[in-house]
């Protein structure tokens, strides 16, 4: 048949393909012919509920149920509707907010609370998805160059954007990876950001090879898979495998199998590659760069660019150095922004200001600082935002410190992130108080938690008389991180000692 549209090509897995994994999430294995099926008559559901081509579908699923992610968001798509996964880990309002943004009028869920409130035509339990492959839509009738996904991002505003990623777009390399050449991967990344859903989620569709994903990340959980299901693909962010080096029993597990470990989403501590390269010399290490909004995937191809600090490979020609004024920079070890193109360039949902700001084009304006080195290899420099990267999550502060302004006792906050040796950055808060109030550190931190994500919860607060400020009043920060990095060593010196 012709593929024009990614469901399309799971119908072709499922004819050549019919009885090998393509799922499996420890809980639940099915095969290519039971995805391609329960897609089909779960896409006739949604179509028998009302679902109109264009309309979008909200997939508030955590990878406790990675398995009937997948089903659900190729039903949408077999639907000719917009799959808008969303992490569960976001707080309520967070969640709330970005059903505000996609305007959804179906949900597929793993727990009601996730639900509860919104204007939905219908929504449905992942335990009892509807099903009626009679109203199935004829495939050839659906628009290929239609929208196909909305995946959230923090942006750099900290108001949750959602990109949008068509059908062609998907069909493509959506995620410069390459990880069609494993026949296994093992993963642990939640569905739905874009490494996860572009990445592992689709991976079977588009190269034929099985996805293990594990639930919840633990390190001798995730090195007992290894064991269990001998994959010869390991995608771990940088974070997680710090961990597993740091388990005791790593050098007792059988990585024997393992042919590559794909790592990205934050900057890559340059001893987590040496320690791993000298417990399993075997393994092809590829260190990855990119991001949700597309255009610049790119990493290593070989030992020597991954063992230099910083290195995401070679610059390919879909990306660009750019200097302040947007010209081109090629001289070697000059820093600038980085650009990159994409074929089908993505948008954000209801949201021009946003999209005209980051692609221009077919370019998009990434935020992040590199060079090129003599080689011709790309290095990261830093970031030009604010951006906090904890475990391989990107945290934006502003978002963080609207909470903390909204504290009754506080007067002035400002977050940024500091320096942490397994997360790469952690969260950190410098607070004021307002004149005669006062407020107890296990306060703040609890009214956080009561209005964040857990991962966005600072672990560092420090009370201090005035922040820093600038000649505009704007926050000196880089004069606050020092101060909150030692409070946080001190903190965690008081632990060990207790």
């Not at 791993?276 to 290490?285: D, K, Q, S, T």
């Not at 991001?291 to 290195?311: A, D, F, Y």
């Not at 000059?334 to 990159?340: D, F, L, M, P, S």
Request: contains cysteine; negative net charge.
């Amino acid at each position: 048949m012709t593929v024009r549209r990614l469901p399309d090509a799971l119908k072709v897995r499922a004819q050549h393909q019919a009885d090998q994994i393509a799922h499996d999430d420890t809980r639940r294995a099915i095969t290519f012919a039971e995805w391609d099926r329960e897609a089909d008559e779960i896409g006739g559901g949604l179509a028998a509920a009302g679902l109109r081509p264009g309309d979008r579908v909200f997939l508030p699923i955590s990878n406790a149920h990675a398995v009937e992610m997948a089903i659900a968001v190729f039903a949408v798509l077999r639907a000719g509707g917009i799959a808008a996964p969303i992490n569960v880990r976001l707080s309520p309002q967070e969640i709330r907010d970005y059903a505000a943004l996609t305007e959804p009028r179906f949900a597929i869920h793993d727990a009601a609370s996730t639900v509860e409130g919104l204007d939905l035509v219908a929504n449905w339990h992942v335990g009892e998805m509807p099903r009626d492959i009679a109203a199935l839509p004829d495939q050839a009738s659906l628009d290929p160059q239609a929208d196909a996904e909305i995946l959230g991002t923090s942006g750099t505003t900290g108001k949750i954007k959602g990109v949008v990623v068509s059908h062609p777009d998907l069909l493509g390399d959506t995620t410069g990876l390459n990880m069609d050449r494993s026949r296994s991967t093992l993963h642990a990344l939640p569905f739905t950001g874009s490494g996860g859903n572009l990445g592992t989620l689709m991976l079977p569709a588009k190269g034929g090879a099985t996805c293990y994903t594990q639930p919840k990340f633990d390190p001798k959980g995730f090195l007992d898979l290894v064991r269990e299901k001998q994959p010869d693909l390991v995608y771990l962010v940088p974070s997680m495998l710090r961990l597993i080096l740091d388990h005791p029993d790593v050098a007792q597990y059988d990585f024997d199998g393992v042919k590559y470990l794909m790592t990205g989403t934050a900057p890559l501590p340059h001893d987590s590659v040496r320690r791993a390269m000298e417990l399993w010399p075997h393994v092809r290490i590829r260190n990855s760069y990119g991001m949700s909004e597309g255009g610049i995937g790119v990493g290593t191809n070989n030992k020597e660019q991954v063992l230099k600090p910083g290195c995401v490979g070679k610059l390919p020609d879909h990306m660009q150095i750019r200097d302040e004024a947007g010209n081109t920079i090629t001289e070697p070890g000059v820093v600038g922004e980085i650009y990159g193109w994409q074929k089908h360039p993505r948008r954000y949902w209801n949201d021009s200001e946003a999209t005209e700001a980051s692609f221009k084009g077919g370019w998009t304006k990434t935020g992040d600082l590199g060079y090129v080195d003599e080689d011709g290899d790309l290095i990261i420099a830093g970031r030009s935002k604010e951006l906090i990267i904890r475990g391989g999550y990107n945290i934006t502060p502003l978002e963080i410190e609207t909470v903390l302004h909204n504290h009754p006792a506080i007067k002035d906050a400002a977050v940024v992130g500091i320096d942490h040796e397994v997360l790469g950055e952690d969260v950190a808060a410098a607070v004021t108080f307002k004149t005669g109030m006062r407020a107890t550190i296990e306060e703040i931190t609890q009214w956080c938690r009561d209005h964040l994500a857990d991962n966005k919860v600072p672990r560092t607060i420090q009370v201090f008389d005035a922040l820093p400020m600038n000649q505009s009043n704007k926050v000196l920060k880089r004069e606050l991180k020092p101060a909150l990095e030692q409070a946080a060593a001190e903190a965690r010196a008081k632990r060990a000692n207790a």
